[in-house]
């Protein structure tokens, strides 16, 4: 409300008052003391709300997603499990490794043996 316009409010306030006094019939006013207070406005709006911080999760193994553990907007720790992988091929796998290496292994023992061999034939010829 402007500074100007204070003033006309205060008297037609008070003409309402003084108009409503002494009348029966009349709605009974109350009267409350002015002042400072505060204003609580709301605002309904429509908006996308976006995260301030985003990461990209990617994996160290290609597999199947058997159960995802999580909701998407869901907070989540550092290490907590977000999916449940299939673990078939990975198992498979893990065992083929193994096998490899096995083998390598046999490879490089029977290397070693054919070395050994080869410098004691070298060793009696000359």
Do not use: W, Y
């Not at 990209?56 to 597999?63: E, F, I, P």
């Not at 091929?89 to 043996?113: F, G, M, P």
């Amino acid at each position: 409300m402007s500074m100007e316009s204070r003033p006309f409010a205060l008297l037609a306030a008070i003409a309402l008052l003084v108009g409503c006094k002494g009348k029966e019939d009349a709605a009974s006013v109350r009267r409350i003391a002015a002042g400072p207070s505060t204003l609580r406005d709301v605002a309904r709006l429509t908006g996308t709300v976006e995260p301030s911080d985003t990461i990209q999760v990617k994996a160290q193994v290609t597999q199947q997603i058997m159960r995802v553990l999580v909701k998407e907007g869901d907070f989540v720790k550092k290490g907590q499990l977000l999916f449940d992988l299939d673990r078939t091929k990975l198992s498979l796998t893990h065992e083929q490794l193994v096998i490899a290496v096995a083998e390598a292994k046999l490879v490089v023992k029977s290397a070693d043996r054919n070395l050994a061999q080869a410098q004691t034939d070298r060793k009696s010829v000359v």
